[in-house]
Nanobody, 113 residues
Framework: QVQLQESGPGLVKPSQTLSLTCTVS??????????WIWIRQAPGKGLEWIGA???????YYSPSLKSRTSISRDTSRNQFSLQLTSVTPEDAAVCYC?????WGRGTQVIVTS
């Protein structure tokens, strides 16, 4: 059974860096031709694709977030991570990790001083 679980601080101060990790179980993140994705949904808005890391380690980012986003992975732990720098209150959202047809449950990110 494939499962994805987001983890990381849910509370971030403005101008700081948001760091989230997605732990994948039941499926290797290095399996060829698979993508591992970060998505968010701000209050009252639709889903927004943040970026992705492919099975070969290549990364792809939303143009609107690219300057502040970094996605990496730890293959030994079967995890991939998101870093979003210089957060503002507009970055408050529920963040999801996903891969294939599987999604994590999401984690709430609150930006407050």
């Amino acid at each position: 059974q494939v499962q994805l679980q987001e983890s990381g601080p849910g509370l971030v101060k403005p101008s700081q860096t948001l760091s989230l990790t997605c732990t994948v179980s039941g499926f290797s993140i290095t399996t060829r031709y698979h993508w591992w994705i970060w998505i968010r949904q701000a209050p009252g808005k639709g889903l927004e694709w943040i970026g992705a890391i492919a099975s070969d380690g290549k990364t792809y980012y939303s143009p609107s977030l690219k300057s502040r986003t970094s996605i990496s992975r730890d293959t030994s732990r079967n995890q991939f991570s998101l870093q979003l720098t210089s957060v503002t209150p507009e970055d408050a959202a529920v963040c999801y990790c996903a891969g294939g047809n599987f999604w994590g449950r999401g984690t709430q990110v609150i930006v407050t001083s």
